[in-house]
């Protein structure tokens, strides 16, 4: 696995405290919260890392391969060559996950950022990208914890004005605004809009609702990521005869809904307990939804 090595990332320190890691950087495994990025690394002071999340519990790690494809799609969105192929990723994810214990929840990211700038410097080389793997133990939330949700006035960017192509860590400071935003209000979650007004998802995730019994949710418009546990759940709802429709939404059908919910890769799927100030029953649809990925995901 041919990952190109950073100059500056030599220093090497001793473990977090309480967060039990491991990170795959310059062809070998380290310890803790090991650094991997330079100083003078582009992807440092101009941006240009990528990363992407998978999920290991239960002894499954459900998509593992679509996610690491994913991230060479992210690569190449910014303008990268990627380094290391997605089944060279898959194995060494699976390599990685050998050094926990099995019973052990995970998040698997691996990264991608250039070392250079090429012509004009804001852009990166394409010749000079960096890999690393970091895999840290996060427990999965429980199956009834659910989240409450406000409105923001930060709304996502599309793809003329910003990377929403690509699982890019730049994009993430606009998500944290939402959720500062919301926590000052009292809440965990926004729902945001898109320049239209359109609801695109949340600053963590997808969103569904419930109306009369059938499942809706936003159709991918280009201004936020199609996301895979999102278009697993699709794909298991239809399988078991549920009627699932990607239409445009806007904020007061969700204000009108029987339920919500939440799909991402770190919890998987979450309930909503609370809109704004209407509260909603973590209802059946909502579990049914939860209950059918882990089925599936137990046997992936």
């Given at each position: 696995?041919?990952?190109?090595?950073?100059?500056?990332?030599?220093?090497?320190?001793?473990?977090?405290?309480?967060?039990?890691?491991?990170?795959?950087?310059?062809?070998?495994?380290?310890?803790?919260?090991?650094?991997?990025?330079?100083?003078?690394?582009?992807?440092?002071?101009?941006?240009?890392?990528?990363?992407?999340?998978?999920?290991?519990?239960?002894?499954?790690?459900?998509?593992?391969?679509?996610?690491?494809?994913?991230?060479?799609?992210?690569?190449?969105?910014?303008?990268?060559?990627?380094?290391?192929?997605?089944?060279?990723?898959?194995?060494?994810?699976?390599?990685?996950?050998?050094?926990?214990?099995?019973?052990?929840?995970?998040?698997?990211?691996?990264?991608?950022?250039?070392?250079?700038?090429?012509?004009?410097?804001?852009?990166?080389?394409?010749?000079?990208?960096?890999?690393?793997?970091?895999?840290?133990?996060?427990?999965?939330?429980?199956?009834d914890k659910?989240?409450?949700?406000?409105?923001?006035?930060?709304?996502?960017?599309?793809?003329?004005?910003?990377?929403?192509?690509?699982?890019?860590?730049?994009?993430?400071?606009?998500?944290?605004?939402?959720?500062?935003?919301?926590?000052?209000?009292?809440?965990?979650?926004?729902?945001?809009?898109?320049?239209?007004?359109?609801?695109?998802?949340?600053?963590?995730?997808?969103?569904f609702?419930?109306?009369?019994?059938?499942?809706?949710?936003?159709?991918?418009?280009?201004?936020?990521?199609?996301?895979?546990?999102?278009?697993?759940?699709?794909?298991?709802?239809?399988?078991?005869?549920?009627k699932?429709?990607?239409?445009?939404?806007?904020?007061?059908?969700?204000?009108?809904?029987?339920?919500?919910?939440?799909?991402?890769?770190?919890?998987?799927?979450?309930?909503?307990?609370?809109?704004?100030?209407?509260?909603?029953?973590?209802?059946?649809?909502?579990?049914?939804?939860?209950q059918?990925?882990w089925?599936?995901?137990?046997?992936?």
């Open positions: 696995m041919g990952a190109h090595s950073s100059k500056s990332s030599s220093i090497s320190i001793s473990p977090s405290k309480n967060r039990n890691i491991w990170t795959w950087f310059q062809a070998e495994w380290h310890e803790g919260n090991y650094p991997i990025m330079g100083s003078a690394d582009h992807g440092t002071w101009l941006g240009t890392l990528i990363f992407d999340g998978a999920r290991y519990f239960n002894g499954v790690a459900p998509d593992l391969d679509l996610h690491c494809a994913r991230a060479n799609k992210s690569i190449k969105s910014l303008g990268m060559n990627p380094v290391i192929s997605t089944d060279e990723m898959v194995a060494l994810a699976n390599e990685g996950i050998k050094k926990f214990d099995k019973d052990a929840a995970l998040y698997i990211r691996p990264m991608a950022w250039s070392l250079e700038g090429g012509a004009g410097v804001v852009v990166a080389d394409p010749n000079t990208t960096a890999f690393a793997m970091c895999l840290e133990e996060f427990a999965m939330p429980p199956a659910t989240t409450t949700l406000t409105t923001t006035q930060f709304i996502r960017p599309t793809l003329a004005s910003a990377t929403v192509d690509a699982k890019a860590a730049c994009l993430y400071p606009n998500n944290a605004r939402m959720i500062r935003e919301a926590e000052s209000k009292g809440f965990a979650n926004a729902i945001c809009c898109d320049v239209l007004g359109n609801v695109a998802e949340t600053a963590l995730s997808n969103i609702m419930v109306k009369n019994g059938e499942y809706f949710t936003p159709i991918p418009n280009g201004t936020f990521l199609n996301g895979i546990t999102r278009q697993r759940i699709i794909k298991l709802l239809r399988a078991n005869g549920e699932v429709s990607e239409v445009t939404l806007q904020l007061d059908d969700f204000r009108t809904a029987d339920e919500i919910f939440l799909t991402g890769n770190y919890s998987k799927v979450t309930g909503v307990s609370k809109f704004e100030e209407r509260e909603y029953e973590h209802g059946a649809k909502s579990k049914l939804a939860r059918l990925y089925d599936w995901a137990k046997n992936s």
